[in-house]
DNA sequence: TTGTACGCGTTATCAT
DNA sequence: ATGATAACGCGTACAA
């Protein structure tokens, strides 16, 4: 599999399209009328240097001239063109975040984060979905690389992925992973999965519960890890052993939560207790608690991560690990413009941000009649 | 390692145009020494000119000859510098999505939807939230004009800011609107909200409610109208009339929902049934409803739109309009992109996305008591 | 069919 | 302190 990196303008209008596609015109492709740093000059009786030291605020500018300009400036209503720039060697003030679908509710937080961290510095923020599949994230890395992106935010789907370490490295701008890690020397910024996951483990098992089902995603990246750390590390505590049977982390779709509720709830030997730790999981596993029967909670207590509206508005109220998606991008945004600024030295920093326990209806001792059977 | 000519202060050169911004000092930087066309040429043994009409698919080019560059271009990794094609007229294959806060579910959604039409073509897209502050949504659209954005998706807070619509003027670029309409021949999509909102009343009615609150936001958008119209016509063709002081359309934030259901739910003739048309204000409206210790459907009915997660997965589930507004992101980049490459004649067109009524479980005849009360 | 040369608008260097 | 001018990399008339 060789990777094309041929240009391709599938929409020329010029050119013969894909389709049969005639165009109304045959437009020319130059831009013909925009105004210029020469006109400006010579509005103001200065030349085309003078006026590049103005708005680039060169110390060596006569407030007498900077004024001149700046009125002529205003007067043509000029603005320097970003591909002439660019030419010069002027970063483009633009950043890319590859995730995996805008839609979940957790990027769509974290694009905030960003957006907001990255506009106050004038930056473009441009959203980049892969909807999970590998090769995209390595196509969208490219193609924001080639658009001159000075910098990018990474959530990929496997942090092992071959293809996308080379496509990283070879990209020379740098990169923040959100909620993921890579085995490069890159920043990252993620929640405190391990404390986060240690505090409802040890909390559900301080109520009792022996057998507590984790469900999640991602196996193989970060969170997962971090999860199962904080609910392995609760279970040692509390000398109670953990059932592999019981830990179900292959994916944060819905789907995947609503049929492994349905089979850890199927169990003879069933979960009086389940962590639901992705924010679409929950209501696969409301849905599969809801159909066999169960009550919470009464039959199963239930904590969820992150913390959602859902959560919060349901009956009974779901108890919920929280931490902020805003925040995270917000960090990462900030850690990616200093990366870009050379603000810091080199070496990879890892950012970390609180996850908080969020205690409400959904937890309650677990029923003796379920608990002892067998 | 690091190419780092570059020994002044946290660079940030001036991009500000003609406005005053801050910016600390001058870049004095180089891009690192990069593979051009000239190479290319060069190990193909061709010219440059060869090397771009290849690589533009040019209809003159010897089979042999483009193998050759092609194979060049492979072994190189070469791609054409975006920044010198921006100065030869070739579109920056970017367009803009300007909207309040990407946070809320709907324009995350629209915005998948438009960044699939886009990417499928090659475009990226940038997000630019406006948190409803409309001198942002001015500067926003300026800075994306002089970034070379090739066309803009624009949710805007008041369809009749002045200040907008000169902006929106003087880019030279399409602009298509996302469920608003402006005093100018632009192309719009939006939900049949008319149709939407008078299914759902034409049902309260058809139930004997006499008293139906609607709560919405934007009052002066079109989103509002269609609906006071639909909610309008079912009461007129039913012969009740409309009482203006259960038509609450200030805002689209949950505190209105919230706030507002409790002053409706406090009248002295309280109303029967409610509306709520807006994403976000549902679960104020809920919160309010649970506070005022009325249960639904008994004391009080419950429309809501759009169709949610949360009125799926809630207790007892609330009847809802339902309309796509992936769909609608999509469709509106699709016919932003017809307006970049001129595939249709000029002249606005309206784009409408259909609405269905789910019926669920949070409707039903209102209590007579309450009704008759007074 | 392919090579050559010009120009796009800006920034940086060198003179003045 | 300011003017003049050389790149930057590509697209495309025009020449061959």
């Given at each position: 599999?060789?990777?094309?990196?041929?240009?391709?303008?599938?929409?020329?209008?010029?050119?013969?399209?894909?389709?049969?596609?005639?165009?109304?015109?045959?437009?020319?492709?130059?831009?013909?009328?925009?105004?210029?740093?020469?006109?400006?000059?010579?509005?103001?009786?200065?030349?085309?240097?003078?006026?590049?030291?103005?708005?680039?605020?060169?110390?060596?500018?006569?407030?007498?001239?900077?004024?001149?300009?700046?009125?002529?400036?205003?007067?043509?209503?000029?603005?320097?063109?970003?591909?002439?720039?660019?030419?010069?060697?002027?970063?483009?003030?633009?950043?890319?975040?590859?995730f995996s679908d805008i839609r979940n509710p957790l990027y769509s937080h974290?694009v905030?984060?960003?957006?907001?961290?990255?506009?106050?510095?004038?930056?473009?923020?441009?959203v980049?979905s892969?909807d999970g599949?590998?090769?995209?994230?390595?196509?969208?890395?490219?193609?924001?690389?080639?658009?001159?992106?000075?910098?990018?935010?990474?959530?990929?789907?496997?942090?092992?992925?071959?293809?996308?370490?080379?496509?990283?490295?070879?990209?020379?701008?740098?990169?923040?992973?959100?909620?993921?890690?890579?085995?490069?020397?890159?920043?990252?910024?993620?929640?405190?999965?391990?404390?986060?996951?240690?505090?409802?483990?040890?909390?559900?098992?301080?109520?009792?519960?022996?057998?507590?089902?984790?469900?999640?995603?991602?196996?193989?990246?970060?969170?997962?890890?971090?999860?199962?750390?904080?609910?392995?590390?609760?279970?040692?505590?509390?000398?109670?052993?953990?059932?592999?049977?019981?830990?179900?982390?292959?994916?944060?779709?819905t789907?995947?939560?609503?049929?492994?509720?349905?089979?850890?709830?199927?169990?003879?030997?069933?979960?009086?207790?389940?962590?639901?730790?992705?924010q679409r999981?929950?209501?696969?596993?409301?849905?599969?608690?809801?159909?066999?029967?169960?009550?919470?909670?009464?039959?199963?207590?239930?904590?969820?991560?992150?913390?959602?509206?859902?959560?919060?508005?349901?009956?009974?109220?779901?108890?919920?690990?929280?931490?902020?998606?805003?925040?995270?991008?917000?960090?990462?945004?900030?850690?990616?413009?200093?990366?870009?600024?050379?603000?810091?030295?080199?070496?990879?920093?890892?950012?970390?941000?609180?996850?908080?326990?969020?205690?409400?209806?959904?937890?309650?001792?677990?029923?003796?009649?379920?608990?002892?059977?067998?």
């Amino acid at each position: 599999m060789h990777i094309d990196t041929t240009v391709k303008k599938p929409e020329s209008p010029s050119a013969a399209g894909p389709a049969p596609e005639k165009a109304p015109t045959a437009p020319r492709r130059r831009r013909s009328k925009s105004v210029t740093a020469n006109d400006v000059a010579q509005e103001a009786g200065v030349s085309v240097g003078t006026v590049s030291r103005v708005v680039n605020h060169a110390p060596t500018v006569t407030h007498e001239v900077r004024e001149r300009v700046m009125a002529a400036v205003k007067k043509l209503g000029w603005a320097p063109d970003v591909s002439a720039q660019g030419m010069r060697g002027v970063p483009a003030r633009m950043v890319g975040f590859v995730f995996s679908d805008i839609r979940n509710p957790l990027y769509s937080h974290m694009v905030k984060g960003a957006e907001d961290a990255l506009s106050e510095k004038g930056y473009m923020l441009v959203v980049a979905s892969t909807d999970g599949r590998p090769e995209r994230e390595v196509a969208l890395i490219q193609l924001l690389t080639r658009r001159r992106a000075d910098g990018m935010l990474l959530t990929v789907q496997e942090e092992t992925n071959a293809a996308l370490l080379q496509t990283v490295q070879l990209a020379k701008v740098p990169f923040v992973m959100v909620e993921r890690e890579l085995a490069l020397p890159i920043d990252s910024v993620g929640a405190d999965h391990l404390n986060g996951t240690y505090q409802a483990t040890a909390y559900l098992l301080s109520l009792r519960h022996q057998r507590i089902a984790l469900i999640s995603g991602g196996r193989n990246n970060r969170v997962a890890r971090d999860r199962l750390a904080g609910y392995t590390k609760a279970h040692t505590e509390a000398g109670v052993a953990v059932d592999p049977s019981l830990v179900r982390m292959d994916s944060f779709a819905t789907e995947y939560g609503f049929r492994e509720t349905q089979i850890l709830l199927g169990m003879p030997q069933r979960p009086t207790a389940i962590i639901s730790s992705g924010q679409r999981l929950l209501s696969g596993v409301l849905e599969a608690i809801r159909m066999k029967g169960c009550e919470i909670p009464r039959d199963v207590s239930l904590i969820a991560s992150n913390d959602t509206e859902l959560a919060r508005l349901i009956t009974p109220a779901i108890t919920a690990v929280r931490y902020d998606p805003y925040a995270m991008g917000r960090e990462a945004a900030l850690q990616l413009l200093r990366r870009i600024n050379h603000e810091i030295p080199e070496g990879a920093i890892r950012i970390e941000v609180p996850t908080e326990f969020i205690l409400r209806d959904s937890c309650a001792a677990p029923c003796v009649k379920e608990g002892s059977r067998a």
